[in-house]
């Protein structure tokens, strides 16, 4: 039996013979030619099926686009005019010796995904995942966020983060929050955590750093772009902070370290989005008040409760990308009526120790100091109407002595739909939950 050979090894084999395993993009008839697009992980490649090799590739009378065959070939080189733009096989063409059948569908696809772009609506779309994966644009999408993950892991580790799970289910809805799922333990009820905050401050305060990658779940009734109910948080917290700019620089620094890991390893799938990595220029620092000032000023745009909406954020996005080239922007010192009660505050006790990230237009980060001084932290849980008995648990962190810290939490399926350019971040999911989506 010879052994699988991957599609990307085949142009070093012309003149030999491969083994090849993977889909038939698509299919072409001309005249007694069968031309077929073979892929797989590593790439795909243009298979031909002369009519003197029918008899022993008499399966290809069945293939139709996206059945899954093996083939034995010999690797031919292409004239040089055949070589398509940007395709690492462009230059040789497989003639096919010995074709077998795999697997094929039981029923016609339900969407067509073998042209270059997929064109049909996010429903139909995420409706037919398994289906619409197939296409190497979407699977693009996926291997991206894949280097995210790893990115955002070895640029926390090399900062000596320590990763750590907290759990997602929990004994009550903390931060008086509204927007918990309520769910059924056993006899009792319990609630799905809806950030890992309580639990990544505690570890802060025993590891000095820590990290997470983990599922939070929002039950906020959103229509939008940017919203889903479930989405994976990159969380940091250190401690022994000097005050909420280490937190900045620190995010920056992790930040620009994993996109650099896109630069090495993700450039064929920026390619197909014409994705561009964003500059790493020093990310400008911005009060609040003064985006809202300067929202005034250049856009003529009225705020609310001293808060910035989308629009704004696009705006102040689009004013610092002119007028420093950052794609990305530093939201600081928000009022302390809109932000938790741990958020450190300001000298003045109007403004917190905080930020936002924001990300060509739309926030991806929130963040700051936290109050780590524990009669400072229930004066604040009481400040805003909360009982502390209810956060027993949490003070306990405090009640011993805890260590100045801050940390933030990144939305990573929002760093790809800004990466990449999509619509919706629905798109970044593999299989997404809205207000309307539980399946597939
Ligand atoms: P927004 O104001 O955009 O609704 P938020 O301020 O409520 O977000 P945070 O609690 O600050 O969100 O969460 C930290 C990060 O997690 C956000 O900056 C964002 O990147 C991501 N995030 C928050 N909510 C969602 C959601 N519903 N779907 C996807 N990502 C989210
Ligand atoms: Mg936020």
């Known amino acids: 039996m010879q052994q699988r050979m991957l599609i990307r090894e085949v142009p070093s084999q012309i003149g030999k013979e491969v083994f090849l395993k993977g889909w038939v993009s698509v299919r072409r008839d001309h005249g007694k030619l069968v031309f077929l697009d073979v892929r797989d992980r590593s790439g795909s490649v243009q298979v031909v099926v002369l009519p003197n090799h029918l008899d022993s590739c008499a399966a290809v009378h069945e293939v139709r686009n996206e059945t899954i065959v093996s083939l034995v070939g010999r690797v031919n080189e292409r004239p040089a005019n055949a070589k398509k733009e940007g395709e690492l096989t462009g230059g040789v063409e497989i003639e096919a010796l010995e074709l077998t059948i795999l697997a094929k569908g039981e029923e016609d696809l339900p969407i067509d995904v073998s042209s270059s772009d997929l064109d049909v609506n996010l429903d139909t779309l995420l409706n037919n995942r398994t289906v619409s994966l197939r296409h ?30 907290t759990p997602k289910i929990l004994s009550s809805a903390t931060e008086g929050g509204a927007n918990f799922f309520k769910i059924k333990y056993f006899d009792r009820e319990a609630y799905l955590a809806q950030s890992p905050q309580f639990y990544k401050q505690a570890g802060a305060t025993v590891f000095e750093r820590v990290f997470e990658i983990g599922s939070v779940f929002r039950a906020e009734p959103h229509f939008t772009s940017r919203h889903v109910n479930e989405y994976v948080g990159l969380d940091g917290e250190m401690a022994f902070i000097e005050g909420v700019e280490d937190v900045m620089a620190m995010l920056e620094k992790i930040m620009f370290s994993t996109f650099s890991f896109f630069a090495l390893e993700g450039e064929i799938e920026l390619n197909r989005y014409a994705g561009h990595l ?17 929202l005034k000023e250049e856009y003529g745009k009225e705020v609310e409760n001293e808060d910035i909406d989308g629009e704004g954020e696009r705006m102040i996005s689009e004013y610092v990308s002119k007028k420093y080239g950052s794609d990305f922007v530093f939201l600081t010192h928000y009022p302390a009526a809109l932000r938790p009660f741990y958020s450190m505050p300001s000298a003045d006790g109007k403004y917190t120790e905080t930020f936002d990230l924001l990300f060509r237009g739309v926030e991806i ?22 009982d502390p008995e209810q956060f027993r648990d949490y003070l306990d962190v405090f009640r011993y002595g805890a260590p100045a810290h801050g940390g933030w939490g990144l939305g990573s399926e929002r760093i790809i739909q800004k990466l990449l350019g999509l619509g919706s971040i629905k798109e970044a999911l593999l299989y997404p939950r809205d207000v309307k989506r539980l399946t597939p």
Not at 136 to 164: H, N, T
Not at 281 to 294: K, N, Q
Request: hydrophobic letters at 40%.
């Open 365 to 386: 980060a929130s963040g700051g100091q936290r109050i780590h001084e524990y009669r400072m932290l229930v004066d604040s849980i009481r400040r805003k109407g909360l």
């Open 136 to 165: 190497p644009k979407i699977q693009a999408i996926f291997k991206l966020y894949s280097l995210l993950l790893a990115g955002y892991d070895q640029a926390c580790r090399k900062e000596e983060f320590v990763e750590i799970k």
């Open 278 to 294: 964003p500059p790493q220029v020093a990310i400008p620092r911005i009060r609040l008040s003064e985006a809202l000032r300067l």
